[in-house]
Nanobody, 122 residues
Framework: QVQLVESGGGTVQAGDSLRLSCAAS????????MGWFRQAPGKEREFVSS????????YYADSVKGRFTISRDNALNTVYLQMNSVKPEDTAVYYC???????????????WGQGTQVTVSS
């Protein structure tokens, strides 16, 4: 089993920056990659960004490209999401995710964090 603990959510104004962190513990050697999904009220959970644990390949949703940056610290088993130039439409609960196979498909996610709220005011 792998446990994921997120931190860093909060309320910010449009144009501000925010950094989310997700620390993994447990059988982290089984993880292929980690990433972030988000779910806004009344909407389905959607992919935001992910990173492979070994090759450091990164992936982004079109809606966040150029504004968000994902990174990892293998020694700490932690992944970060740096969110710059945030917009009101970024408001959502952000979930950390880990997978043994693919980090971009919800159906392939093996472990989820509890979620952290990000609210962007205009």
């Amino acid at each position: 089993q792998v446990q994921l603990v997120e931190s860093g959510g909060g309320t910010v104004q449009a144009g501000d920056s925010l950094r989310l962190s997700c620390a993994a513990s447990g059988r982290t050697s089984s993880i292929y990659g980690m990433g972030w999904f988000r779910q806004a009220p009344g909407k389905e959970r959607e992919f935001v960004s992910s990173i492979n644990w070994r090759g450091a390949m990164t992936y982004y949703a079109d809606s966040v490209k150029g504004r968000f940056t994902i990174s990892r610290d293998n020694a700490l088993n932690t992944v970060y999401l740096q969110m710059n130039s945030v917009k009101p439409e970024d408001t959502a609960v952000y979930y950390c995710a880990a997978s043994k196979t693919s980090t971009r498909v919800i159906g392939a996610i093996d472990y989820w964090g509890q979620g952290t709220q990000v609210t962007v005011s205009s």
